[in-house]
Every structure is written in structure tokens, then in C-alpha cells.
């Protein structure tokens, strides 16, 4: 048990560590393209690939209920605990396209299809979501201004070099693809030692542990002023989850979903999904009381696993 433990432990911390060096070459790469804000939120800031390489790797190693909740469950996390306590933190402005929130309620759409149609994921509809989630990104590129103004230093590039760029990008994809291995074989062990539900496991465990730095995704940039990043990551975060990501993790080993998250976590984060969206069309500025709602909200959450807790 303590074997698989800190082999869990030290596999999520490098799967985070990658991911940052990761994000910070992708960053330093797209700068160069001078792209938006919200659009380099939502596509680079958006895009989770520690969640990718361990939902992948889980989907290979037979654990297919701890690949849906690096989908799932951090999708759930982010759009409650992550974002609550980020506006806790920082209130923020919403400004940000209205097609960012069309973009997340049309993923839902191919998204509980492929899942509620027969309570699997097979690879012809992992190419679906993947094409779906290309689609929509290139929507969203098209809707969102792209080029930014020349005095702009928000995204300035002048001390990332294209070398240091591919070199984090490098270190980044070696350190993903090692600690996903760790996570994988950790999981695996305290499963078996423990008698958890490996839907419970993934769902939350995973989950939680490979998504806390969504909230310092968000709040960095809205305490600096520029909130459309950390509105582009809620928006490219549901986006790629539960499209690309869900796609390629299906692509690799197709998944049968636990009926348990057909009948729980899929319609709670549907409705979560359909709450911030609402609240991004109609809000102009969201502060301490819709955080203090969706911290709830993942409270929640957590206590309706609790009763699944264990494995039958």
C-alpha cells in the first residue's frame, strides 16, 4: 500500500511539474503567432495534457473508470472548486466572446451522446470528439480577435527564445509521460490494497490531485488584470476535456464507462457546465458569492460519492 502510495504521490507531482514546463514552452510558442488572450487561454492554458498522457495511459493499463475522471471529474473540479475559489480570491470582470460559452454547451452535445448511447466510448466516436473538438477550436478562432496590438506586452515573447521554447516542450513530455506511468502504477496498487472504488478513486482522487493548479491558472492572470486568460482556460479546459481529450483517450483503448457515472457524474457536470455558462451570458462581473456557490457545489459533490467509496 505505502509503495503505491508514494509511487501515486510522486507521479502526480511530476505529471504537474511536466505540465508546467509543458505549458510554458506551448505558451512561449504560440506568443510567437501574437495570438488573443482569451484564445491562447483557451487553447494553450486550456489544454490539459498531464490530464491526456494519464487519462491515456490509465485507459491502456485497464483502468478505464480513472481514465474517465481525469475527463470527467477534473472537468467537474474545475468549473466548481477551481473557479469558486479562484473568484473568491480575485472577482473578475466576464469579458470574454459569448461564442466561449456556446463552445462549451456544444461539446455537451457529441459528449453525453457518445456516452449515454450505449455507456461506452469506442474509437470511432473517440474520432468524432476529437474532430468536434477541432472544430470548435477553429470556431473560436475565427470569432475571437486574433491578432494582438503591437504595444501589447501581455504576451510578450522577447525572452523565450524558439530553442528554450522546444526544449521545455521536450522536458515537459518526458516528465508527463514517466510520472503518468507512476500515477498509473500507483493507482493501481492502492486500489487493489485499499478496496476503493476505482470510479471513486478516479473521479475525485485523480482528479483533484492532477487539477489544483486550475485555480492558479486563474487567479495569476486576473490578478494582473487580464481575466480573459482565465476565462479562455474555463472554456478551453470543458472544450478540450471533454472533447479532444475524451477523443484520443479513446483512440487509444476505447472505454466502457461504471453505470454509476452515467447515472451521477455525467448529468452533475452537464449541469454544472450549463450554471457557468448561463452565468458567463449574463453576468458582466462574478465575485465572492458565486464563488462561495460553486465551492459548495463541489462539496457536494464529494459527499455524494462518499457512499461509493468503497469497491462492491
Known amino acids: 500500500m505505502w509503495l503505491g502510495a508514494v509511487l501515486f504521490l510522486i507521479g502526480v507531482g511530476l505529471v504537474l511539474w511536466g505540465a508546467e514546463r509543458f505549458t510554458d514552452g506551448a505558451i512561449g510558442s504560440a506568443k510567437l503567432f501574437r495570438l488573443s488572450p482569451f484564445f491562447v487561454g483557451t487553447l494553450v492554458s486550456g489544454f490539459e495534457p498531464e490530464q491526456l498522457v494519464t487519462g491515456v495511459a490509465a485507459a491502456v493499463g485497464g483502468l478505464p473508470q480513472v481514465a474517465l475522471g481525469t475527463v470527467i471529474g477534473a472537468t467537474i473540479f474545475m468549473l466548481t472548486a477551481g473557479l469558486g475559489v479562484a473568484l473568491l480570491l480575485v472577482p473578475m470582470e466576464v469579458n470574454i466572446p459569448k461564442a466561449g460559452t456556446v463552445a462549451m454547451w456544444v461539446v455537451l452535445l457529441p459528449f453525453a451522446f457518445v456516452l449515454w448511447n450505449d455507456g461506452t466510448v469506442s474509437r470511432g466516436e473517440g474520432v468524432l470528439l476529437v474532430l468536434v473538438a477541432t472544430g470548435v477550436l477553429g470556431w473560436l478562432y475565427r470569432r475571437s480577435s486574433v491578432l494582438l496590438a503591437t504595444g501589447d506586452t501581455t504576451l510578450d515573447s522577447g525572452r523565450l527564445t524558439r530553442a528554450r521554447a522546444l526544449a521545455l516542450l521536450t522536458l515537459g513530455v518526458a516528465a508527463l509521460l514517466v510520472g503518468a506511468e507512476m500515477v498509473v502504477r500507483g493507482a493501481s496498487a492502492l486500489i487493489s490494497s485499499l478496496g476503493i472504488s476505482e470510479t471513486f478513486f478516479g473521479m475525485t482522487v ?69 450554471l457557468v455558462g448561463a452565468v458567463l451570458l449574463s453576468a458582466r462581473r462574478l465575485g465572492r458569492g458565486m464563488g462561495g456557490l460553486l465551492v459548495f457545489l463541489y462539496v457536494l459533490y464529494l459527499a455524494l460519492n462518499l457512499p461509493h467509496l468503497w469497491a462492491r
Request: glycine letters at 8%; aromatic letters at 4%; hydrophobic letters at 55%.
Open 206 to 274: 485523480v482528479a483533484l490531485g492532477e487539477s489544483l493548479e486550475e485555480t492558479a491558472r486563474m487567479v495569476a492572470p486576473a490578478r494582473r488584470g487580464h481575466a480573459e486568460l482565465a476565462w479562455g482556460n474555463v472554456v478551453g479546459t470543458v472544450v478540450i476535456l471533454l472533447a479532444f481529450n475524451l477523443g484520443v483517450i479513446a483512440l487509444a483503448s476505447p472505454l466502457a464507462a461504471d453505470p454509476l457515472i452515467l447515472r451521477l457524474h455525467v448529468p452533475y457536470l452537464i449541469g454544472c457546465t450549463l
